[in-house]
Nanobody, 115 residues
Framework: QVQLVESGGGLVQAGGSLRLSCVAS????????MGWYRQAPGKQRELVAR???????NYADSVKGRFTLFRDDAKNTVYLQMNSLKPEDTAVYYC?????????WGQGTQVTVSS
């Protein structure tokens, strides 16, 4: 069973920055995709950013130019650097990893952006 442990959420003012971390219990090379989703109250969970096994990265249009996804293979960790945060970025952020037919989720970390 894969475990994904997230950290780095918190409360920040609009325009501020946060960095989320997700540590996997096994090599991230074993995943076909790994990234972050978020879910705001009353809304569906949505993709924020993900990196595919071949190295390409996808971002939601709403975060392009503000968020950066990168990874440290030696630490089995992916990071989401979030800059220029907006109140509409407020949500629970979930780490996700996909391996074949298996879909793994972290417990979620709250990000709150005040105006």
């Amino acid at each position: 069973q894969v475990q994904l442990v997230e950290s780095g959420g918190g409360l920040v003012q609009a325009g501020g920055s946060l960095r989320l971390s997700c540590v996997a219990s096994r090599s991230i090379f074993s995943f076909g995709a790994m990234g972050w989703y978020r879910q705001a109250p009353g809304k569906q969970r949505e993709l924020v950013a993900r990196i595919l096994g071949v190295g390409s990265t996808n971002y939601a249009d709403s975060v392009k130019g503000r968020f950066t996804l990168f990874r440290d293979d030696a630490k089995n960790t992916v990071y989401l650097q979030m800059n220029s945060l907006k109140p509409e970025d407020t949500a629970v952020y979930y780490c996700n990893a996909v391996a074949g037919w298996e879909n793994y989720w972290g417990q979620g970390t709250q990000v709150t952006v005040s105006s």
